[in-house]
């Protein structure tokens, strides 16, 4: 007798009227589905991007990624399109001109550390060559290849807690290890599509 297999709800799969299987998370949103789509989890080598990233999820901390996804429009206007070398110039004077934008989240911890991670990022790419090459080297055992059931993706792993530490010694803040794991799978360094979705798929090939 064939195995029966769950739900794709029970696997934490959403279906769509266009006859995919996706990640639960995506919901319905257009946006949010163009997002899980064409960008998460789809390896990416900007040093640009990965800034913004870093930067992105740590504003997400006690928000909704699609509450960032709406505004990463505005976050980009106002941080230069996260150009390091022109946020790092950033003074006291732009910080409170972004605490009045209210295009962004207005917090002033996580927009002087966006100031902040800019002039580390400029060092460690001093000693690194490039924000890409430091990032891809924590890609190691513990990325998977498409998680089988939502509850199989943690919120954390050894690679984010090991990134984690290293870009705290380097001082950079808003990079705990979840926000950091959060990270690594959003740029690819972590495939955490479930296995049945067409994008994990598609990541794979």
């Known amino acids: 007798m064939a195995e029966l297999q769950p739900p794709r709800a029970a696997l934490g799969l959403r279906s769509h009227d266009d006859g995919c299987d996706r990640c639960w998370w995506c919901g319905d949103d257009p946006l949010y589905v163009e997002y899980h789509d064409r960008e998460w989890g789809r390896p990416v080598h900007d040093d640009r991007r990965l800034f913004e990233k870093i930067c992105l999820e740590g504003f997400q901390s006690g928000l909704s990624w699609l509450t960032i996804l709406r505004k990463r429009d505005n976050f980009r206007r106002a941080f230069a399109e996260f150009d390091v070398e022109v946020v790092s ?10 605490l009045l934008d209210s295009g962004i ?26 924000l890409d090459a430091f990032v891809w080297r924590f890609r190691s055992d513990d990325h998977s290849d498409g998680r089988r ?43 955490d599509h479930l296995s049945g979705c067409w994008v994990s798929r598609d990541v794979r090939a």
């Open 89 to 98: 110039k950033y003074t006291d004077d732009d910080v409170r001109r972004l």
């Open 149 to 191: 059931t939502s509850a199989d993706i943690p919120t954390q792993s050894p690679s984010s807690v090991r990134l984690s530490k290293e870009l705290k010694r380097r001082g950079w803040t808003f990079v705990g290890p979840t926000t950091m794991y959060a990270f690594l799978q959003s740029v690819g360094v972590v495939n």
């Open 105 to 130: 989240v207005r917090h002033r911890g996580k927009i002087q550390s966006v100031i902040n991670n800019a002039r580390r990022c400029i060092e460690l790419k001093s000693d690194t060559g490039s």
